[in-house]
């Protein structure tokens, strides 16, 4: 039986992003539509990247990156907002368990991301013809790709005391880590010296290995960026949950 | 453990430098309304925060209702109800959502029935579904004392309740505390309205500088106290004892009296020595009394 105290808490983080939805879902989907609009007008037809129109090669990347930067902003807005209205509290007081916790905050945060992940792939799909190879590695890499990127937020969240801390490193981390992960081109048409700093970049993997879900074909093997994913998801977890456990900037 | 709501043993608790708890041993009974009173900056609020986990102590043991705070703290949190003294409260939901979800945060689902006696039982029922937002001040700290009574906690601390709160709503709130104990909840309560303690509790512990200087019956220690505080302005020369017996203060002279024969005494006094009464203001002695004077001598260590 899953605990109703874990379930009360993931229920308010939901409602939380649902009643201001606007902001939460729309707004980031639009966003994504306006990149397709605009690259792909530019490059449809010039670009070819692994044998698939630029269109169609464009439209998971752009889902992945709508599904993580989502699943990001989710918890940690949500963390840092209660601290500094001070209502967090009301959670502290309560018995849930630092694990509650934390699935709470991340499987709310992976709802906000698959619902504007969903919403993104809705709008755009009209534009390309795409396949859908392996719809399993499609969902696999959805979830995962997520789970990581709320975990990190949970981090970021927790750590951050001020709201331009968390701008800042949303913007000097998070944007240059989805940006230059492959959304946009293949890296295989990068020169080697940023191919392989591309290795580096765990989102590189994430979205590689969703886009092969739909096309069969990837930059790397699907199985490699799995095991790259789950090690990231590994590591952000035990880092996550060890930090709640002390109560690090949470409980004095 | 049966006859202790509450045990803190040997708790302390440093910020840095400043040394927020020493050492503070306390028993609360089941049934009692404890006053938590001192100074800003005595320690209140870090020892409540010790009892409901959200700080965590250097030393010592905290139990509510038996359990221990750190490797109880599930079983020790139920048992635990706590108003914080800071107004917050989460804007995107109604005073209802916001009870429903602490009730889950609890495990107490299908709560509504609890949820709407203690909205009466605070007058926030015309408030229901209004947003946490549009409150006021007092509306907001009813909704925290609510948020505090979802998963009925055979303990309540509530942490300087009446701050900021008009003479009604104070008045309800007292009857409020008064119910809940004679319910059966234990009640500890911060305030520095000494005459609230006065009126509400059974027993007062006094925390000075993260120590406790004082923990007694509310009506032991007035007795420590009995009697009235005289304050007089004098005009020309003061006869001779009465000289030093009466301390400055801001210009008037105070002096404690055990009766009314001793006023006299020295209205006589003053009368025979030509000392004119200019002005006299007599009072019993009360709390306040007694809380300035264990704060002079804990000082003047
Ligand atoms: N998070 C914190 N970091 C550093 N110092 C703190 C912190 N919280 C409290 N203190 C310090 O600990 C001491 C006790 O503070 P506390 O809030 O417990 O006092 P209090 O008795 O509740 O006062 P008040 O009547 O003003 O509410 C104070 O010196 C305070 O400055
Ligand atoms: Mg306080």
Same mark, same amino acid.
């Given at each position: 039986m899953i605990a109703s105290g874990f379930i009360a808490l993931c229920n308010k983080e939901v409602l939380r992003f649902a009643k201001v939805g606007f902001q939460t879902i729309a707004a980031p989907i639009l966003t994504a539509v306006l990149y397709l609009l605009i690259f792909s007008h530019a490059l449809e037809a010039k670009v070819r990247v692994l044998g698939i129109g630029y269109t169609a090669f464009l439209i998971p990347g752009l889902v992945m990156m709508a599904v993580l930067q989502n699943a990001f902003a989710n918890s940690s807005s949500s963390i840092i907002q209660s601290k500094i209205t001070g209502n967090i509290v009301f959670v502290l007081l309560s018995p849930l368990s630092h694990t509650e916790f934390f699935f709470a905050y991340v499987v709310a945060a992976i709802i906000r991301g698959i619902c504007v992940g969903v919403g993104v792939f809705l709008a755009t799909i009209w534009f390309a013809n795409l396949s859908f190879e392996s719809p399993w590695w499609i969902l696999t890499f959805a979830v995962l790709g997520a789970a990581i990127m709320a975990s990190l937020g949970l981090i970021a969240g927790i750590w951050a005391e001020k709201f331009d801390q968390l701008a800042a490193l949303q913007n000097f981390l998070i944007m240059p880590l989805t940006f230059l992960s492959g959304v946009f081109y293949s890296i295989h048409s990068l020169p080697d010296f940023w191919q392989n700093l591309s290795r580096w970049n765990p989102v590189f993997y994430m979205i590689d290995g969703f886009r092969f879900g739909f096309f069969g074909v990837s930059d790397v093997s699907p199985w490699i960026s799995l095991a790259a994913s789950l090690g990231v998801l590994t590591v952000l977890v035990t880092a996550t949950l060890n930090m709640l456990r002390r109560g690090y900037k949470l409980r004095a | 453990m049966k006859d202790i709501a509450v045990s803190i043993e040997k708790v302390s608790k440093r910020y840095g430098q400043t040394?927020?708890?020493?050492s503070v041993d306390l028993t609360v009974r089941p049934g009692e309304i404890l006053g938590l009173l001192g100074p800003n900056g005595a320690g209140k609020t870090t020892l409540i925060s010790a009892m409901a986990g959200l700080v965590r102590t250097d030393a010592g043991a905290i139990t509510i209702m038996g359990h221990d705070v750190q490797r109880n703290y599930r079983q020790a949190r139920r048992a635990l109800g706590v108003v914080p003294q800071e107004l917050a409260f989460d804007p995107f939901f109604t005073v209802r959502e916001t009870l429903r979800l602490q009730s889950g945060y609890f495990? %107490?689902?299908? &709560?509504d029935d609890w949820i709407d006696h203690v909205l009466v039982s605070l007058d926030l029922v015309a408030k %229901?579904?209004? &947003?946490?937002?549009?409150?006021?001040g007092g509306m907001k700290r009813r909704v925290l004392v609510a948020q505090a009574l979802v998963h009925r906690p055979p303990v309540i601390v509530l942490d300087?309740?009446?701050?900021?709160?008009?003479v009604e709503l104070r008045q309800s709130l007292w009857r409020f505390i008064r119910e809940l104990n004679r319910d059966g909840h234990t009640i500890i309560l911060t305030t520095h309205y000494l005459d609230e303690a006065q009126a509400l509790c059974d027993r007062i512990a006094i925390l000075r500088a993260g120590r406790l200087v004082a923990l007694d019956t509310t009506s032991n220690l007035l007795e420590t106290c009995s009697g009235y505080l005289l304050r007089i302005l004098l005009e020309g020369d003061i006869p001779a004892p009465y000289a030093n017996l009466l301390v400055v203060s801001g210009g008037w002279r105070e002096i404690e009296l055990k009766s009314f024969k001793e006023l006299e005494l020295i209205l006589s006094a003053m009368r025979e020595g030509g000392t004119r009464i200019v002005d006299i203001e007599i009072n019993k002695l009360d709390l306040e009394a007694v809380f300035l004077r264990i704060m002079q001598k804990e000082s003047g260590i």
């Open positions: - | 040394i927020a708890l020493d495990g %107490a689902v299908n &709560n %229901a579904n209004s &947003n946490m937002r549009t409150l006021s300087e309740p009446t701050a900021g709160v008009d």
